[in-house]
């Protein structure tokens, strides 16, 4: 009898371990679905007044995660362009296209996605002309893309671009030799015809809010699948020996 209380209490120990990070991982996904749910709010709440505001609010290191319709004149600065490896766009690999833009109210330079390109299967980087003259950009402001666990390694390219797996301003700054790079990126309308395919989607090559849910309850049937497994074997009554 010694050895099967024993048992069970093991048994017991490790089935309530493992709901219990099943647990965890199911609210953490939780949490993911609502924070996304919350940018998507808040980026179509802006989209849907494109009250423009000065382009130099994208300095504003205090609204960093924040999104705001913006507009300003200026012109693009001649330092390399930047390609963002590792983006998707309608199941074809790719790179998103970024380069300084410096405004003319002398705001600090923003960092402007002009879109997305294929990569061949040779993975031959585009060549990405800077635009000329003085210009007037509209757009999304909007956080620069996640790094995730990613490095912020930069590979410089025989053009003299910049290959990234993430944006990180200050690693930026030091290898375009720039001032001070503001927090948060424009990314042009749609309707402009600067640059390349591009759109307001702000959860590109990422989870939607739906798919956290999915996600989480899959975590939580888990859960409930270990403990009751837990209990059908404590409960279940032993055939007796003929």
Known sequence: MSDRRNR??????LA???AGLFA????????????????????????????ARPL??????????????????????????????NQQRDGRPGVRAYRLFLPASGAAPVLVELGWLPLS????????????GSLRLEGL?????????ASSQLQRQADGSLLAVSLDMRELQKALQTPPIAARVLRPDPADSIGYARDLDILPNT????????????????????LITASVLTFRRKKPRP
């Open 16 to 18: 309530l371990a493992a």
């Open 141 to 149: 402001l909007l956080p620069p893309p996640s790094a995730g666990i």
């Open 121 to 132: 299967g040779d993975r031959r980087m585009p060549s990405i002309a800077a635009p000329r």
């Open 24 to 51: 965890i991982a199911g609210r953490w996904q939780l949490g993911r679905m609502h924070e996304k749910q919350a940018m998507l709010d808040a980026a179509q709440a802006v989209l849907a007044q494109r009250q």
């Open 207 to 226: 989870l939607p809010p739906e798919r956290h849910l999915g996600y989480a309850v899959q975590w939580f049937a888990l859960a409930l699948a270990v």
């Open 56 to 85: 130099a609010s994208a300095g504003d290191a205090a609204r960093r995660q924040d999104y705001d319709w913006a507009a300003g004149d200026g012109r693009f600065d001649a330092a390399p362009a930047i390609l963002l490896d």
């Open 8 to 13: 069970l209490l093991l048994g017991w120990v």
